[in-house]
Every structure is written in C-alpha cells, then in structure tokens.
C-alpha cells in the first residue's frame, strides 16, 4: 500500500513553460486536493476533486488545471509557469469528504525561474 | 486577518521538556481542530483530530481547544529529538466539503 505519490520530487521550470505534476492514490478514496506551502502562508487549496470526473477550484486555482479521469490519478497543470508559482505541492487523498482525514504525499518542489 | 494563525518559532527546547504548541482562530464557526507533524522535505500527517471544546490525550500528546477565547494548544509530554518536526493547526466547520484552514505551522526542534 503506497499511500498517495507524487512525482516529480524536484522540478526547476523557465517563465512561460508548462508542465504536469503527478499524483496517484491506492486507497480507493474519493477526494483528492492540491495545496501549495509557502514560508508564512500555510497549506493553501488550489483545486480540489470529489470523485472521477469531478473537480473545482479552491482558494489560489489561478494559473493551474486540474482533472480527474480515474479515481486513483489527480494531475495537476501548470499552464504557463511564472516565478510566483515557485513553491512545495502536495497532493492529498481523503475518504471521501475533505473533512475526512487527509494524507499527503511527499511533494514536489518547484522552481520557477 | 489570517482564519489561523502560529507562531512560526522556530522553538528550541531540551529533550524530555514538556512543549506547548499555540494556535488562535478567527472564525467562531470552526468546530474541528487538528494538529498535524510535517517532518522535514515531507508531507504532513494527521497526529490529533478534536471536536468542540476541551481535551484529548493520545499517549505523550494533549490537544486542548478553548473556544471561549479562539484558543488551541498542542502540548508534548517528554519531548524526544524524533518530535522535531513542524505542527500545524487546522480547522473547519464540519459541514461535509468545508474548506480546511491551516495554520503556517510552528517549527520545533528537541535537542537531545
């Protein structure tokens, strides 16, 4: 049982790039979120997803694309990098409601220059 | 006005100290409260999940909530350098898809 996984651990991006950050689950469970951590701000919702098929913005969904095909995978695109957007992601799972437990996975650090 | 608010530290404290960790919330709505540990280069993970009011125990672990004053704590019992870590605080309302809130965490460091 891995948990929630993400990849890639470490990404270094140029203004204007696009990329997509992966994260699979194998719990079965229904919700899946992205947050972004920044020094002094906390965890902070960017989208979020409540089964396949289903997502919708959370607090910072500027700047990113979500989708949910399968219940297990929950990518996350950034559609053209800028510097602002340097900072940890971390893809969590839950249950099935946000308010159930969360388990993150380990993040990915990125850089945008 | 952040919804939570820490303060960051970093704390430093001797091992087997007793740490109080704080966290103060704006929202008189909240009525869950969580603490989380996020080791270093890790995703956090859920250490405490309290409802409402007053005190939960798990082991050398105390979450307190007073929501007279918007008030919860997290105090550490026999501190061990393995709790060097940072806590956050969370909150939410407890309606099915609320928004959870975290705090920006407090970073702790036990030394041996």
């Known amino acids: 049982n891995a948990g929630v996984t993400q990849t890639p651990k470490f990404q270094v991006l140029k203004t204007g790039q696009s990329m997509t950050l992966q994260c699979a689950q194998d719990?079965?469970?229904?919700?899946m979120s992205w947050y972004r951590q920044d020094p002094g701000m906390g965890l902070r919702l960017i989208h979020y997803?409540?089964?396949?098929?289903?997502?919708d913005q959370g607090e910072v969904p500027n700047g990113y694309n979500v989708s949910r095909s399968t219940t297990e995978d929950f990518p996350l695109r950034l559609l053209s990098a800028a510097p602002s957007q340097t900072s940890v992601y971390f893809c969590?799972?839950?249950?099935?409601?946000?308010?159930?437990?969360?388990?993150f996975g380990p993040g990915t650090r990125l850089t945008v220059l | 006005q952040k919804e939570v608010e820490q303060d960051p530290g970093p704390l430093s404290v001797p091992e087997g100290a007793i740490v109080s960790l704080n966290c103060t919330y704006s929202?008189?709505?909240?009525?869950?409260f969580m603490w989380y540990r996020q080791y270093s280069r890790k995703g956090p993970e859920l250490l405490m999940y309290?409802?409402?009011?007053g005190n939960k125990e798990d082991g050398r672990f105390t979450a307190q909530v007073d929501k007279s004053s918007k008030y919860i704590s997290l105090f550490i019992r026999d501190s061990q350098p393995s709790d060097s870590a940072t806590y956050l605080c969370?909150?939410?309302?407890?309606?099915?898809?609320?928004?959870?809130?975290f705090g920006p965490g407090t970073s702790l460091s036990v030394i041996p």
């Open positions: 929202n008189s709505a909240f009525q869950y």
């Open positions: 719990m079965n469970h229904e919700y």
């Open positions: 997803s409540v089964g396949a098929g289903i997502t």
């Open positions: 969370a909150s939410h309302q407890g309606t099915s898809y609320d928004k959870v809130i």
């Open positions: 309290t409802y409402s009011s």
């Open positions: 969590a799972s839950s249950y099935r409601r946000s308010t159930d437990t969360q388990y």
